[in-house]
């Protein structure tokens, strides 16, 4: 296609249109089975104002789809000889349309299976965590786990909860509680028992049992040390993750996401196991039985690179047109919320902590070593700037080692960079895979850790790795943030944390077509589903989003929209 960059974009929809037979199998056997030479649409999009993210013909009115496919899109002149008998209509009647949104970063059944726990996101007082606690432990039966997550306490001013905050209204449950950033999580004392977690316990590698100033474990376990409790919480039955992936599927779809990256595991010290029950019992089984409703990209344990492997060998990366096998995922760091993503320069509310690195260094080298030489994509969780810069360097090594190819890199969050780092993204062809929503919470809790300065010159910088050329892509990490492309969007054009008024960083804003480029075609570049996905261009799967606004200048300097309908291969799947 580079040729067609020096044409103009109305060449371009008649050269791709004439070379879409050689380009296209669907459209060849179409052609094949066809009685007549000519092509029906099965649906015609019309009257609407789409934004295609195909830089080769960013705008167009109307677009034709067959077998789930975009046989054609221009305005209405160019695709109306292709209706024709059975041939649906749907007349958009000037709304802005967008390709079907991929999330670059969630943890879609873990998230599935949170919707129906207790929901401590945005609670803003200790009373009120307490109350729901409470309220979630009435209906159970003695002595089963209660089990929920999504606190920040940095809402409620930074106290850390400890557990004899709900001791008294949970004797008989054993509790687990996560933070919003699956970093650290909240055990009452009942918890630490059955995990046998006392005064004595030493810390594991990797993680940090909080002890009060006597040396007592207060309920809260940071990354690694998460799973002293964790590995005693009965598992969750296979029929819970099922019913979580059709519910998780849902969510996303009612807003406007029809493609999502899972990262699968979700914090450091989680079991290695869970990517691939979850793969074998929940994905597989809805593929099979026809409950897919989103497309899906799955990332597993580093550690399990070989299985991977075997596996791709077996199937190949596309198992169907719902699942893509993506690659492999490692940790650098911890979070910043939790005190443990690694910086050049300590917590300015912990002096002497500077952070951790999670997974050891040589044996996160080796096993990027291999993935990599594989042929395997290698993604890698890096938050504090060390830890960003870290990867980098171990990325040119792996590079030198293995060899020039398009391997594609990412590291995921990307969310501090120091001075200059920036710039290597785009000059290694690296990946940031990040979540513009963190932002809104990160602001006071990055000036209170960093300080203003560092915060400033460091944080969640859009426009320095655009402007580097790197590949940027969007996400949640749902269930970390909602699922909510629009809202991030909307956050990465105006950066305006919760209780501010004015922009944190207002150079590092960037424009609407960028956060939709990073949530659609870049999206699907980062994790080599171009080819299928990620614009509105002939041939790729016709997945949209119909957007409640008819006004394209309103929505470019508002970033305000909300999704009307999603399409998945020109089926209505939301409503
Ligand atoms: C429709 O699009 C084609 C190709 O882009 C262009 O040549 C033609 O002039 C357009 N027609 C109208 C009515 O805009
Ligand atoms: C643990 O430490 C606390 C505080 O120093 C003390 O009160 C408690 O008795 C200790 N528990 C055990 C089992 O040693
Ligand atoms: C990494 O690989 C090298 C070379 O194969 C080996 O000598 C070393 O023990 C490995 N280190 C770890 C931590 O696995
Ligand atoms: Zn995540």
Not at 9 to 32: D, K, Q
Not at 76 to 88: F, H, R
Not at 198 to 224: K, W
């Amino acid at each position: 296609m580079n040729i067609c960059i020096i044409l103009s974009a109305s060449v371009v929809v008649l050269l791709s249109t004439a070379l879409l037979p050689l380009l296209n199998n669907n459209y060849l056997l179409n052609l094949r089975t066809s009685s007549s030479s000519s092509v029906v649409a099965d649906l015609l999009v019309t009257n609407g104002f789409i934004y295609t993210s195909d830089a080769s013909l960013p705008f167009a009115d109307s677009m034709a789809v067959r077998n789930g496919r975009i046989l054609r899109i221009g305005n209405y002149s160019s695709v109306q000889d292709l209706a024709g008998y059975g041939t649906e209509e749907l007349n958009l009647e000037g709304k802005v349309v967008v390709p079907g949104f991929i999330d670059s970063h969630v943890h879609l059944i873990f998230g599935g299976l949170q919707m129906v726990q207790v929901e401590l996101r945005g609670v803003n007082r200790k009373d009120e965590f307490v109350k729901k606690v409470k309220e979630a432990v009435t209906n159970m039966k003695l002595g089963s786990w209660l089990l929920g997550g999504g606190w920040n306490n940095d809402l409620w001013g930074g106290e850390l909860p400890i557990a004899s905050w709900i001791d008294d209204i949970t004797p008989h449950n054993p509790v687990w509680l996560s933070r919003t950033d699956g970093h650290m999580g909240l055990a009452n004392s009942l918890a630490l028992k059955i995990a046998g977690i006392t005064n004595y316990t030493e810390d594991p590698t990797g993680g940090v049992i909080m002890r009060n100033t006597g040396g007592e474990p207060t309920g809260l376990l940071i990354d690694s040390a998460m799973k002293l409790v964790l590995s005693y919480i009965p598992e969750v039955s296979v029929e819970d993750r099922r019913e979580a992936l059709v519910r998780a599927s849902k969510h996303a779809l009612m807003r406007g996401v029809t493609t999502v990256v899972d990262l699968g595991r979700y914090f450091p010290g989680a079991s290695i196991e869970l990517s691939w029950e979850d793969f074998s019992d929940v994905y597989t089984w809805a593929d099979l039985s026809g409950e897919m409703m989103i497309r899906v990209c799955l990332f597993f344990p580093m550690e399990t690179w070989s299985r991977l492997l075997d596996l791709v060998h077996k199937t190949g990366r596309e198992l169907s047109q719902w699942i893509y096998l993506g690659g492999v995922k490692a940790f650098a760091d911890g979070s910043l919320g939790s005190n443990s993503a690694l910086f050049y320069e300590p917590y300015i509310d912990e002096p002497h902590n500077y952070g951790i690195l999670v997974t050891e260094s040589e044996n996160l080298f080796n096993m990027t070593l291999s993935s990599d030489k594989s042929g395997l994509q290698v993604s890698i969780h890096a938050i504090g700037d060390r830890a960003n810069d870290l990867i980098l360097d171990m990325y040119e090594l792996v590079v030198s080692a293995n060899g020039m190819r398009d391997r594609r890199f990412r590291i995921e969050h990307a969310q501090h960079l120091a001075p200059g780092t920036a710039a290597r993204f785009g000059e290694q062809r690296i990946v940031a895979s990040m979540q513009p929503d963190h932002l809104l919470d990160d602001a006071d809790s990055a000036i209170k850790k960093l300080g203003v300065e560092r915060a400033q010159k460091e944080s969640y910088l859009f426009h320095s790795l655009l402007a580097g050329n790197a590949m940027l892509a969007f996400g949640s990490d749902w269930p970390v943030a909602d699922i909510d492309p629009l809202g991030s969007i909307k956050t990465a054009m105006k950066r305006i944390p919760r209780g501010w008024e004015n922009a944190w960083i207002s150079s590092e804003r960037i424009r609407l077509n960028e956060a939709l480029n990073a949530y659609t075609i870049s999206a699907a570049r980062s994790c080599f589903l171009d080819k299928d996905l990620g614009s509105l261009s002939p041939g790729k799967l016709a997945d949209f989003v119909v957007l409640s606004t008819d006004s394209w200048d309103e929505f470019a300097a508002e970033g305000s929209a909300s999704v009307k309908a999603t399409y998945v291969g020109g089926l209505q799947a939301y409503p």
